[in-house]
């Protein structure tokens, strides 16, 4: 079946550094991917997207990476703040067949952010 | 502001009795969704409804149920919640249910069973 994970549970970082956030999925058929940032006690917050014919999109402070010949996804966060500490996902949404419409997430990596 | 509202935001209740969590939305979206996250766990997907189309994930145990008596509200019922169905239940909604459309998240309901 289908799966979304992540390389690494747990990246601790220093205010102002850079962070890097991997992904790698197995559904060569997969074509849209989300990352989303869940800090505790809340629901999933959309961070940004991307489609399979690009590889590159960039947003306020992050940008998403895809590989697509090694399946692999990343999130960058520049200049990365306390704000950002939070558990994030990348997640693949599928729309054949009878998956119409499912979110495939990944397992989350926990982004801590030292002052 | 538009959005996704989760009532209760915590839920205690007894082993097997009956409990239900309500979703609301104001963005008038199509698609409701139902996940279940267990602690340092990703979301997993219940069931979803496309307008009043109800679709149901095929490991979802039968002890969950779920009814939309509108677009604004869905709620999830859980028949004889045992003690591994505590967790954090999500709604989320989507204005459409193909690629290329976001799913927005409610704050979550965290379920406590005794």
């Known amino acids: 079946g289908e799966s979304v994970g992540l390389h690494l549970p747990t990246l601790s970082v220093q205010e102002g550094d850079n962070s890097i956030i991997n992904c790698a999925y197995s559904?060569?058929?997969?074509?849209?991917f989300i990352w989303y940032k869940q800090e505790s006690g809340k629901g999933p917050q959309f961070i940004i997207d991307i489609r399979s014919n690009m590889d590159k999109r960039q947003g306020q402070r992050v940008t998403v990476l895809l590989n697509k010949t090694v399946k692999h996804l990343s999130l960058q966060i520049a200049a990365t703040q306390p704000g950002d500490s939070a558990v994030y996902f990348c997640a693949e949404i599928s729309d054949r067949g009878s998956t119409l419409g499912r979110l495939y997430f990944g397992r989350g990596t926990q982004l801590t952010v030292w002052p | 502001d538009a959005m996704v509202i989760q009532n209760p935001r915590y839920q205690v209740t007894q082993f097997g009795k009956p409990v239900t969590l309500s979703c609301s939305q104001t963005l008038n979206h199509n698609v409701m969704y139902w996940y279940q996250q267990k602690s340092s766990q990703a979301p997993k997907l219940l069931f979803h409804?496309?307008?009043?189309?109800?679709?149901n994930e095929a490991d979802t145990p039968d002890n969950f149920q779920s009814r939309r008596p509108n677009t604004s509200f869905c709620f999830l019922d859980i028949r004889s919640p045992g003690l591994g169905d505590a967790a954090m239940y999500l709604c989320?909604?989507?204005?459409?249910?193909?690629?290329?459309?976001?799913?927005?998240f409610g704050p979550g309901t965290r379920l406590t069973v005794t």
């Open positions: 409804y496309y307008d009043k189309d109800f679709n």
């Open positions: 559904n060569s058929a997969s074509d849209y």
């Open positions: 989320a909604t989507s204005s459409h249910r193909e690629q290329g459309y976001e799913q927005y």
